[in-house]
Nanobody
Framework: QVQLVESGGGLAQPGGSLNLSCVAS????????TGWFRQAPGREREGIAC????????HYADSVKGRFIISRDNAENTAYLQMNSLKPEDTAVYYC??????????????????WGQGTQVTVSS
């Protein structure tokens, strides 16, 4: 059974950091591009980061570029999202996602994809 399970969310202060994890089961993560998107109440889904398999490149939305880092540990079959310099506008549910291709989608817009149950991130003082 294919499954993605996110964890690591919580409450952080502005300027703080969180490290999200996404454990994959039922498939080998290193064969597929893996990314993260977020969904905040009343806002559209936003693709924020992706790790491509073909050339190992990483891609970020402008809103998180320079603050978030996507990575993965193939031995652990786990993807990560290190989030630094957090802002209140980063508050959202964060989801790990793959659409089973080796390259990241254009504009980080996943159309037909699978994702986990999400983990809540709240940035507030």
């Amino acid at each position: 059974q294919v499954q993605l399970v996110e964890s690591g969310g919580g409450l952080a202060q502005p300027g703080g950091s969180l490290n999200l994890s996404c454990v994959a089961s039922g498939f080998t993560l290193e064969y597929y591009a893996t990314g993260w998107f977020r969904q905040a109440p009343g806002r559209e889904r936003e693709g924020i980061a992706c790790f491509s398999v073909g050339d190992g490149s990483t891609h970020y939305a402008d809103s998180v570029k320079g603050r978030f880092i996507i990575s993965r540990d193939n031995a652990e079959n786990t993807a990560y999202l290190q989030m630094n310099s957090l802002k209140p506008e980063d508050t959202a549910v964060y989801y790990c996602v793959t659409d089973w291709y080796s390259s990241c989608p254009d504009n980080l817009q996943w159309i037909k994809a699978d994702w986990g149950q999400g983990t809540q991130v709240t940035v507030s003082s």
